[in-house]
């Protein structure tokens, strides 16, 4: 029995009830990336600070003088949510020496989308990474900037069309291969890198959990199915997110002070044409194109398990271990 | 006590003894001395802060909106091309009402690559909602950090305490540093009206409808005119404290003179010579240095300068199709008062180059033997290229 099974048994009691990110707020029918959002504010808890970048989870849960959360939430621009996330941690630190608030753990978030993540916020992510401040950072990647009206994002994988990558008559859509920033989170040594998809609840909440005890950065890249942009229906929101990771397309692993594991395991990938086919955005590819992808997808899945099976912890890395012999 | 200090590190000082807790800033000539004063002090202990070194200039303000938004206090400080790059968030900050105090070393645009001085970088953020404060020497570098933070924490809007490249920033003058007792009965623990707190959460930085923001905006411009009704108030208080007070404008010999210099930064320290040396010779010439930029304060400006004849501004800045911008802040203050005396605007010093005692005595022959102004600027000093 793996893992995660246990967990189905056993875990959705202890799920916090209550919720942080309130009903009432503007997302669209089917939103998987405010699901994500709602799940990540149960595995938190009430002791945070979310500093959350401009994007459709702003926009849907701030109209003033409404909020949807129950937690303190600040958000500045689009390009930082990583670098304000910093300023609070430090602010926090800040109060606590000079004992003008009490001396608990205050964990700070940093959420963005793909867009505020991957293209205009990789600078402040990078720094704040680097940085090492307290703080977990989450993407929540629906693949493209579906606030604005659906743009092409680096996190728009390839083939998709979106209202600045379109098909047409020369053009089948996305033209680049989507950017790995987990991978990018790791290089940084961020002792704890995650994926996730609110799909898979409970692996999630766990990996928040995790990612929580960590005293200093942590990055978790979760996958957020998108109906609008992706045209795709809305009820089917769950079971995309099941097919994307089933795929191989989207698989769920963490990074432990550098030691890669698979959470979710998958027995035998589903070829992507299952993921792809309900997918209004994916409609234009040729049989060719579709094959071309899936080779990228395999090739993708086994450099993750090579990983997985040859990579050991930095903490293993010691001159005596032997490696230098 | 006196010594012996940089301008850089009357800043440096002027933030100690502030007691900031945070500080972000990024490198860039010529405001590294005050970064690498504060890294110093927060090194050896004498500065409890967090001196967070961060991967940009736009960065620093990004994370300082995030501390400031905790109730710390918060400094940065930064030059040229750093603030334009922090351009965005220098509108956030006012519009979050944060008080965050920076100070910002005069340098010239690029292209053409130049690290000295040149006002139009300060300036074009004039309408950023921050408060814009000019320095003339060191002393008064480290007066005004302490009163920006005054300020800005009594109507919740940033502060811009501004001072020229090298002139300024790496000139040793002496400088009273006050003790930290002194300074803590003029500038108490900052007491944030609002923050981010786990037990009281609050949602800041929403979406706003036009039902809303307009009203926002008019609360801005509110807290800028409580700033210009206020800031006396502050420098009385300074004042009794330390004994020194500079106004929001400064009158040299303006009460009985036909024409009067305006300037702001170093260039009036200069010009202070030359309009001693003229009045010797019997000229009816005075000097105002504007100190105040945003609140712009203008009925102190047209108290000064409305009975005179001419006046003569100095600006070592320059808005493309328009001309010095001093200049034209003084003819919109004036523009409503019968017959007002005519602006005469000079642009001098650009990208560093020397105000020379002979140059604003160009300037005073030259208003005082023309009838009217011959062109909205006059460039002072070119050459033939």
Redesign the interface.
Known sequence: MNIIENFDLYAPRLVDKKEYLCSGHRACQGCGEVLGLRLMCKALGPDVVIANATGCMEIISSMYPSTAWEVPWIHVAFENAAAVGSGVEAGLKALRRKGKIADRDVKVVGVAGDGGTMDIGLQALSGAMERGHDMLFVCLDNEAYMNTGIQRSSGTPMGASTTTSPAGKVSSGQKTWKKNVPEIMVAHGVSYVATACPSYPLDFINKVKKAMKVKGPSYIHCFTVCPTGWRSPSEMTIKLGRLVVETGIFPLYEVEDGKYRMTVEVDQLRPIEDYMKPQGRYRHLTPDQIEIIQDRVYQEYNKLQDKINGLHAWSDLQYEWGLFD | MKRVVEGSQAVAEAVRLARV??I?AYPITPQTHIVEFLSEYCANGSL???F?????E??AL???????????R?FTATSGQGLALMH??LH?TSG?RLPIVMAEVNRALAPGWNIWVDQTDSLAQRDTGWIQLYCENGQEVLDTVLQAYRLGELVNLPVMVVLDAFFLSHTYEPVDVPEQETVDSFLPPYEPKFQ???KD?????????PN?YMEMRHSIAQAMDDALRCFPYIEDEFEKIFDRRYGTVEALYCDDADIILVTTGTITSTSRQVVNELRAEGEKVGLMKLKLFRPFPVHHVRSVLISAKKIAVIDRNFSFGAGGIFAQEIRAALCNEPGHPPVYGYIAGIGGRDVTTDVIGEIYRRTKNSEAPEAESIWMGLQEV
Do not use: N, Q, Y
């Open positions: 807790g945070v972000s409890k802060a967090r967070m070194r961060v991967e940009s736009h960065s990004a994370a300082l909106i995030g501390t400031a938004s905790t109730g710390v918060a965005e968030l956030w979050a981010l707190d786990p959460p609050c949602a800041f930085g929403s979406l706003v409808t809303i």
